[in-house]
């Protein structure tokens, strides 16, 4: 992903869950996705998807059992 689709992810995710703390960041020898945090927590990966011509982000988010309680 670019500089600046990351940076259009990072606002669009800070203004729909208004968490300011929200950060994407590029991961190290991928460039289909990027990692979020919300300050030093992973929160999840959003990949880019561009098949078809159509382009998307799919972010996807692991909730582990014991954090529901």
């Known amino acids: 992903m670019t500089r600046q689709e990351i940076n259009k992810l990072e606002n669009y995710f800070r203004s729909r869950f208004n ?3 929200i950060e994407v960041r590029q991961r190290p020898q991928k460039d289909d996705s990027a990692e979020v945090y919300i300050g ?3 929160i999840g990966v959003v990949f880019r998807d561009d098949e ?12 582990l059992d014991i954090d529901l309680e």
Do not use: C, K, R
């Open 19 to 21: 968490v300011p703390a």
């Open 52 to 63: 078809d011509g159509d382009l998307s982000y799919n972010f996807t988010m692991a909730i």
């Open 40 to 42: 030093d927590e992973f």
